[in-house]
C-alpha cells in the first residue's frame, strides 16, 4: 500500500494513526472555528495528527426542513479560515461536479458521500483536481465493490485515495459494523478510514430527523482500530443536542482527548501484534 500524503501528514502504510474530525456541518463561522482551534489543541496535546471535517452542505438531508448549511460560496470561505487559523488539512464533501474545483482551492481532501460513492461523473471530477479523495463506501456495497470506484479515481492519474468504512445497511433503520471490511478494503491497496460515529446512524428511524447512538461511539472505535484502520473519522459537537446535524451520533468534544489516548494505545497494542506475527518462524495460526 503506498501511503497518501494529506498537507504535513501521512495516512497508511505503518505511518501514525490519523484523526478526521469536526462537526458535521458548518453552523456558522464562529462556531465552527472556535471547533476547529479546539481539534487542534486536543491533537497537539495527544500527539496525534489531525484533519478538521465539515461540511458546507449537507445534501442528503432526511427533511426539506432540516438545515443544510451555507452553501458553497460562504462554506468555502468558513474552511479557508479554519486552514489559516489552526494550520490543519481541511476535508469536506462535495454532492456535484462542479463543486469539485471550487472546493479543491480550498480543501485538502474532497469526500465523496457514501450514497454517491457510484456516481462516476462525481468521482472524475475530485479525481481531476489532484486533491487526496476519500471514498466512503456505500452502505449498500461489499467491501470487494470498491474496487470499480478506486478506479475511476486513479483512471485519471489520481493515486491518492482514501477508503471508508461507515456500516453497512441491516434491514429497516439500522447499520452494521462488519470488521473484516477493514481489511478487505485494505487489501485493495488503500489507506482505509473507519467512519465511526456515521456508523452509529438509524437511517430513517426518526421523524424527519436521523437518530443514533453514540453512546457506543468508544466500543466500536476500539474495535475499528483493533482491526486496522488508518485513520478514525469522528463527529464532534462541544454539546450534541444542539446540534443542526447528527445530533444522534456526534461525539462530545469534551469526550475526544480520552477516546484519542485510548486508541492510541489500542493502535500501539495492534502494530505489536502484527510485528510479533510477521517476525514468529512458521505458519501463523
Known amino acids: 500500500m503506498n501511503p497518501v500524503q494529506i498537507g504535513p501528514l501521512f495516512v497508511g502504510d505503518g505511518h501514525p494513526l490519523v484523526f478526521i474530525v469536526g462537526p458535521c456541518v458548518i453552523e456558522s463561522a464562529q462556531h465552527t472555528v472556535e471547533t476547529a482551534l479546539a481539534i487542534r489543541d486536543i491533537a497537539r496535546r495527544c500527539g496525534v495528527p489531525a484533519i478538521f471535517k465539515a461540511s458546507y452542505d449537507k445534501a442528503n438531508r432526511t427533511s426539506r426542513r432540516s438545515f443544510r448549511g451555507p452553501g458553497l460560496d460562504a462554506g468555502l470561505k ?28 480550498v480543501v485538502d481532501v474532497i469526500q465523496i458521500p457514501a450514497f454517491l460513492s457510484r456516481q462516476t461523473d462525481l468521482l472524475v471530477a475530485a479525481a481531476r483536481t489532484g486533491k487526496a479523495v476519500n471514498l466512503k463506501k456505500g452502505q449498500f456495497l461489499a467491501p470487494s465493490d470498491m474496487r470499480h470506484a478506486i478506479d475511476k479515481v486513479t483512471a485519471e492519474g489520481n493515486h491518492s485515495v482514501l477508503v471508508t468504512e461507515r456500516g453497512v445497511s441491516f434491514g429497516y433503520h439500522d447499520l452494521v459494523v462488519d470488521m473484516r471490511a477493514l481489511p478487505m478494503l485494505r487489501e485493495l491497496g488503500c489507506p482505509v478510514v473507519f467512519d465511526v460515529t456515521h456508523s452509529l446512524q438509524l437511517p430513517g428511524a426518526g421523524d424527519g430527523v436521523t437518530p443514533g447512538l453514540a453512546r457506543y461511539i468508544d466500543p466500536l472505535a476500539s474495535a475499528g482500530v483493533a482491526a486496522g484502520a488508518d485513520a478514525v473519522f469522528l463527529e464532534v459537537h462541544e454539546e450534541p443536542s444542539r446540534a443542526k446535524s447528527d445530533a444522534s451520533n456526534a461525539l462530545r468534544l469534551d469526550r475526544l482527548e480520552p477516546l484519542i489516548l485510548k486508541l492510541k494505545r489500542i493502535d500501539a497494542a495492534a502494530r505489536q501484534s502484527v510485528t510479533a506475527d510477521a517476525s514468529a518462524p512458521g505458519e501463523r495460526p
Open 78 to 105: 468558513v474552511l479557508a479560515d479554519v486552514r489559516d487559523s489552526t494550520s490543519l488539512p481541511v476535508l469536506t464533501d462535495i454532492h456535484e461536479p462542479f463543486h469539485a474545483a471550487p472546493a479543491a482551492a
